[in-house]
């Protein structure tokens, strides 16, 4: 049997909630009362999707932390990630998240529009822009040499 976790920020029980995603579903912790929501280890990747959970935080940890949060699994340390505008409390033991109210989305939407210019997206935009500009240059020279 699981243990019941307390809220970092209000100290009720959490509420299991489970989450559908791509593969077996993902139970996570929410907070009844500020609606927060406690990710264990690899939850938080795997309801973002596929993306590396990195692409979106600094991973600047240390150990002077700036949280005010004690993890509510193991009651470890916590830090501040940032991803851009996104405040995550990270803990540095078991490598859980806690995301305030709304930040869950609005990650999401940064992970969503993170994505799209990802460098290597972009780069593969170049490489097939640099293709088709090849391929109209031979279309071109071979409409040339059947038009002499």
Same mark, same amino acid.
């Given at each position: 049997?699981e243990k019941k976790i307390?809220?970092?920020?209000?100290?009720?029980?959490?509420?299991?909630?489970?989450?559908?995603?791509?593969?077996?579903? %993902?139970? !996570? =912790? *929410? $907070?009844?009362?500020?609606?927060?929501? @406690?990710? #264990?280890?690899? +939850? /938080?990747k795997k309801i973002l999707?596929?993306?590396?959970?990195?692409?979106?935080?600094?991973?600047?940890?240390?150990?002077?932390?700036?949280?005010?949060?004690?993890?509510?699994?193991?009651?470890?340390?916590?830090?501040?990630?940032?991803?851009?505008? %996104?405040? !995550? =409390? *990270? $803990?540095?033991v078991c490598n859980g998240? @806690?995301? #305030?109210?709304? +930040? /869950?989305?609005?990650?999401?939407?940064?992970?969503?529009?993170?994505?799209?210019?990802?460098?290597?997206?972009?780069?593969?935009?170049?490489?097939?822009?640099?293709?088709?500009?090849?391929?109209?240059?031979?279309?071109?020279?071979?409409?040339?040499?059947?038009?002499?």
């Amino acid at each position: 049997m699981e243990k019941k976790i307390e809220c970092p920020r209000c100290w009720v029980e959490m509420k299991k909630e489970e989450v559908e995603v791509l593969g077996p579903n %993902v139970i !996570i =912790d *929410v $907070c009844p009362n500020c609606q927060g929501i @406690w990710f #264990d280890k690899n +939850e /938080l990747k795997k309801i973002l999707g596929d993306r590396k959970l990195a692409n979106y935080l600094t991973k600047h940890i240390g150990t002077q932390s700036e949280s005010k949060r004690v993890c509510p699994r193991c009651g470890g340390l916590m830090d501040l990630e940032y991803a851009q505008d %996104v405040e !995550i =409390d *990270v $803990c540095l033991v078991c490598n859980g998240a @806690w995301l #305030d109210h709304g +930040e /869950l989305e609005r990650l999401n939407e940064k992970s969503e529009a993170g994505y799209t210019g990802d460098k290597e997206k972009k780069a593969v935009e170049e490489r097939e822009e640099m293709m088709a500009k090849r391929r109209r240059r031979e279309l071109n020279s071979l409409f040339g040499r059947l038009i002499r």
